[in-house]
C-alpha cells in the first residue's frame, strides 16, 4: 500500500500549487484522509481533511479559505488546492489515510494524526515573499 503526494515546488507569495496524492495497492473510497504539513524545526500539524463521502470537510484555521481539499474515489486521489500562498505555508506535505473503512469520527478525531495509518512520503511546498 502507498500514498505518493506529488505537486510541491517552489511558488513566491500569493501564488497557488495543487498538490495530488496518489493511493496505490487498496482502495481509500471509504476511508477518511488529510493532508498535514511539517515546516522546519517544527511539528507535524493538520491542514485539511475529507470524508470518505466527499463531502465533510475539516480545514486548519490558518489555511482556511485559501486552501481546498477534494478526493476523486474513481482516480483513487486525494487534491488540496492552495491558493494565496503565504511564506508561513512552506513546509513538507503528507497526505494520509485512516484504515477503517466506512468509518466516521467525531470531528476532533480528524485533526489527529493518530486517526490515520496510511502515511506518504511527503511533498516540499516553499513559498518565497
Known amino acids: 500500500v502507498q500514498l505518493q503526494a506529488s505537486g510541491g515546488g517552489s511558488v513566491q507569495a500569493g501564488g497557488s500549487l495543487t498538490l495530488s496524492c496518489a493511493a496505490s495497492?487498496?482502495?481509500?473510497?471509504?476511508?477518511?484522509m488529510g493532508w498535514f504539513r511539517q515546516a522546519p524545526g517544527k511539528e507535524r500539524e493538520f491542514a485539511a481533511a475529507?470524508?470518505?463521502?466527499?463531502?465533510?470537510?475539516y480545514y486548519a484555521d490558518s489555511v482556511k479559505g485559501r486552501f481546498t481539499i477534494s478526493r476523486d474515489n474513481a482516480k483513487n486521489t486525494l487534491y488540496l488546492q492552495m491558493d494565496s500562498l503565504k511564506p508561513e505555508d512552506t513546509a513538507v506535505y503528507y497526505c494520509?489515510?485512516?484504515?477503517?473503512?466506512?468509518?466516521?469520527?467525531?470531528?476532533?478525531?480528524?485533526?489527529?494524526?493518530?486517526?490515520?495509518?496510511?502515511w506518504g512520503r511527503g511533498t516540499q511546498v516553499t513559498v518565497s515573499s
Open positions: 494520509a489515510a485512516d484504515g477503517n473503512n466506512g468509518r466516521t469520527y467525531l470531528e476532533r478525531a480528524y485533526y489527529r494524526a493518530g486517526t490515520y495509518g496510511y
Open positions: 495497492g487498496r482502495t481509500f473510497s471509504r476511508n477518511v
Open positions: 475529507i470524508g470518505w463521502g466527499g463531502v465533510i470537510t
